[in-house]
């Protein structure tokens, strides 16, 4: 289980020994947050973040994860440097990718939505990265996986919960126009199930996912002994749930059709909202969401900001679990 020099594009290329690794790392990290050795793991050593969207919570925390590890991270974008594109000429990943790792101990990167022309465009280009670096890549949530995100869900419910197998998680598409990628639902619809949570999905006809991961997921709920169901019946779905999550994700056809087609088909079902109706068939549910939530459309603010979100905790915990795995894959001795 030596996870130094490792890349992690999705935890489902990671055993399960090396996730419970992170997270008991992650705890521990929690609990002595500003002391040693954890404050001189990275000291002196420098971690590139290369952003081609925006973020909010992945930049912060990373940058803050860096820094308290003794480190710093440098923040790039595909504007600041001069890469190889269909459209013009320059620096190849390969280039791009062995000068880094003269430089740095890791990468992470980000593309996702708008910055790709096609699924599987995004995770096609951290796949070239870790071809050529020798330093480990990092998802930052690109088109099909977000495994920080994954991670920081977990780690937050075994948190409130202890454990987690056998609880029942309803993640729901809820209506937003922000025409967002399958990063973090696919990220969780892989790692949740393998940790023995009953999975239930539910969205509109027409808003189905990677038909590769649902495959995966299924298997990975069988293996664990956990049940994994697709519905289209919201309010069945949220019966006995004891975790829910609702959050808009983009059609298959958002590709094909473009962005402007794929919120009107959205349109159609703008009363998919996790109301307090709907959450009231729960079993007294945790709400989990990756942030940014779209509020009063994907969710009403009495469920976002009510009792059982655990929305700030899950952010906090992006920071616990991503100086783990910068631990854990950049520097020796954990
Ligand atoms: N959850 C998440 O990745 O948030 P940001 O897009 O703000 O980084």
Redo the contacts with the bound molecule.
Sequence with gaps: MELFGRDLITTEEWEKESLDKVLSVAFEMKKHRFEKPFTEILKDRTFFMFFYNP?????QSFEAAATELGGHAQFLEPKSMRLKSKEKAGETVEDAAKVMERYGVGIGIRILEDSIEEYGEGDALLREYAKYASIPVISM?HDKY?PC?GLADLMSLQEHMGEVKGAKITMMWGYSSMVRSWS?VQEDILLLPRYGMNFTLVFPEGFGLDPEIINQAKSNAESAGAKFEITHDRFEAMRGADVVYSRQWMSPKRYIIGKEEDQKLALQFKDWRLTPDLYRLTNNAYFIH???IDRGNEVDDAIASGPRSIIYDIAENRLHVQKAIMALTMAKGL
């Design positions: 973020s909010v919570r992945t930049r949530a977000h995100q973090s990756p942030m940014p």
